[in-house]
Each structure stands twice: as structure tokens, then as C-alpha cells.
């Protein structure tokens, strides 16, 4: 039979109310009490119920991950990252994908917090990012936790999780010209995410540190896709004077152009380097595998969450944030430039 919270109560010697007090986490409670109400739990195995907890309390347990990324990857690995921070406190998870370039979209969420009377949100790009979104779950003083790209907080950012996207941009293109790679490309995802834009500021960036000339018809305009890399490497390989390496956005593009560059029977990385960002599963289901940039979505997801959570109700406080740094990963995609 299934453990209740009376079956609690009883095992530790207290009322229904304290074990209720202890499980919500409430405070004034003596740490004797917190300490033989969760030796009872442990001993009995018992899972409090999520539902019951939010309809008999102010409290709610239930936290959104918000997105719109056709990254498959990514979002599994985002989703798996909250869910283990949600397990560890107590909390279940609600998914909601969702079309960041709706014209209803803040409304929707607004719907949608208050009829899952949600605890809080981890938004990720574009909608973290988006002043309409933000400023529509502010007005009902929704709490949630920004995934962003950038390099430093600023005073506005509330609770977020940053990613220095510019400086994995520098570090791949740098390890590249480090090679001895002049001519090198630039995939790009969609300019709705402002992944795209600090990534393509670090490949210039890098660019210009070592004198490089840029060739703006080397930087290509795409979607976050492996089809996108695919029509992006065409019109890279149909040039004259084409690149000896290309930097893509993401491992999906990544990917996409070792594809196209394969059907053109160019080798890689003989003829060709290519190199990714994220170091996603597809980094290392590709053939050669890819050299990436790192970027542990999970951990960052689980940092979010925790954030969210350990912050409920100080919205008004000073900021608080994390800063992850991706790091290149090197594989098998890239080598030297074959001599002239």
C-alpha cells in the first residue's frame, strides 16, 4: 500500500501538520523535529504528493522549462539538467515548447503560470531574451531564471545563468589560425538568438587580433539546423577562392556542412576543417568526429534551476547570476591547410 503522510506522522511520533511544515520546508521548525521526520521518510520510502502539496498550500512545487530550440539535443539535455535539480528538492517539472515568434506569446505564458499556479520558469533563448516576455511575467511578478549569452551581468539581468559564447567563438577561431588557417568561414544560426550574434562578434574578434583581413562573403546567414549547414557549405564550396576552415554556430551545422563537403568529395580535414559549438552528441556521431567547443547544457540547466529555486520571492534583490565558459574541444575535423 501506498505511504501516506499520516503513515509519517505516526512512524516519527509528530502531527500530519509538522511533517507537512518539514517537507515544504518551512521555517521554525527544531532541527531534532526536521531530523526524525526525515529518518521516518527514509525509513518508510515516502514520496510526498506534488499535487496535494500546491492545492493545500500558498506554496506551488511545479516549475516550467520554457523553449523554442529545434535542437534536439539541447533541449534533452536542458530538460534533463532541471529535472535532476527538481528531483532533489521536491519539485515536478512542466514542459512547454512553444513559438517564441508568436504574436500570443507572452500571453500564453501568462496563461500559463497562472493556471499551473507555477513556482517559477528557466527560460531559455530566444525567450530569455525577449523584453516583451520578460516584461509581461514581471507585470504578474512571475519568478524565473534567464539562460542568456553574454559576457558580463548587467544590473537589469535579474536571476541568469550567462554563457560566454564570445569567448568560445575566439577560442575555436583562434585555435584554427593557430593551424595555419587565413581563410576561414562563419556559419551562422538564426540572429534571433543572441548566441549567434556573440559568437560571430568572437570569430571576428579573433580575427582581427591576428590581422586578418574578414571576407564578409565567407559568413553565411542560417538557421539553427543540420539542413542549414548542408545549403551553407554548398555556397562556401562553390566559391573560387573557397575556405580552407569553417567555424559553424552549432555541432548540428557543423555536421550539415562535413555532409555537403563529403558529397563534393572534399576530405576532411585534409582539404577542409570544420568546427562546431555546444559538443553535442552530433560532434561525436559524425565521421570524422568534430572539433567543438564545450558547453555543458546540463550543468547549466541544474545550476538554473537551483538558482530559481534557492531564490523564490527575491526578485527585488541584487543580481544573481553564474557565468559558464565554453571551451574548445579538439577532434578529428581539423588540422593544418594543405599546402598550395
Keep these: 500500500m501506498k505511504v501516506t503522510i499520516n503513515d509519517v506522522a505516526k512512524y516519527a511520533g509528530v502531527s500530519i501538520k509538522t511533517v507537512s511544515r518539514v517537507t515544504n520546508n518551512e521555517p521554525s521548525v527544531r532541527q531534532a523535529t526536521i531530523d526524525k521526520v526525515n529518518q ?22 511545479v516549475i516550467a522549462f520554457v523553449y523554442d530550440n529545434p535542437n534536439a539535443y539541447y533541449v534533452i539535455d536542458m530538460q534533463n539538467g532541471i529535472l535532476s535539480s527538481c528531483k532533489q ?27 499551473a499556479r507555477l513556482s517559477g520558469l528557466v527560460l531559455t533563448p530566444p525567450l530569455s531574451e525577449d523584453p516583451k516576455v520578460l516584461a509581461a511575467l514581471d507585470q504578474i511578478n512571475a519568478n524565473y531564471v534567464r539562460i542568456i549569452a553574454g559576457e558580463e551581468v548587467s544590473p537589469t539581468d535579474g536571476l541568469s545563468i550567462l554563457v560566454n559564447d564570445k569567448h568560445g567563438a575566439v577560442s575555436i ?11 576561414i ?47 551553407g557549405a554548398k555556397t562556401l564550396l562553390a566559391k573560387s577562392n573557397r575556405p580552407t576552415a569553417i567555424v559553424a554556430c552549432n555541432d548540428e551545422i557543423a555536421a550539415g556542412a562535413l555532409f555537403a563537403a563529403r558529397l563534393a568529395g572534399v576530405a576532411i580535414p585534409e582539404e577542409l576543417s570544420i568546427v562546431g559549438f555546444e559538443d553535442s552528441p552530433f560532434s561525436r556521431q559524425t565521421w570524422p568526429k568534430l572539433t567543438t567547443v564545450h558547453q ?11 538558482l530559481l529555486i534557492e531564490n523564490q520571492g ?21 588540422a593544418e ?3 598550395s
Design 89 to 115: 528538492r521536491g519539485y515536478e517539472l512542466l514542459i512547454h515548447p512553444c513559438d517564441a515568434k508568436s504574436d500570443n506569446i507572452c500571453q500564453e505564458l501568462v496563461d500559463m503560470v497562472r493556471q
Design 40 to 61: 521516518a521518510i527514509a525509513a518508510l520510502n515516502y514520496q510526498p504528493n506534488v499535487a496535494a502539496r500546491n492545492l493545500a498550500g500558498t506554496k506551488s512545487y
Design 173 to 183: 577561431t583562434q585555435h584554427l589560425i593557430d593551424l595555419g588557417h587565413k581563410n
Design 337 to 339: 591547410p594543405r599546402a
Design 296 to 306: 555543458p547544457n546540463k550543468l547549466i540547466a541544474q545550476t538554473a534551476t537551483e
Design 314 to 334: 527575491n526578485k527585488q534583490s541584487e543580481t544573481t547570476h553564474q557565468v559558464f565558459i565554453p571551451e574548445p574541444v579538439l577532434r578529428d575535423s581539423s
Design 185 to 231: 568561414a562563419f556559419l551562422s544560426g538564426d540572429h534571433q538568438h543572441e548566441s549567434t550574434k556573440e559568437r560571430l562578434a568572437g570569430f571576428k574578434a579573433a580575427l582581427q587580433s591576428n590581422n586578418l583581413t574578414l571576407d564578409e562573403s565567407n559568413i553565411i546567414n542560417g538557421q539553427y539546423s543540420f539542413e542549414s549547414g548542408v545549403e
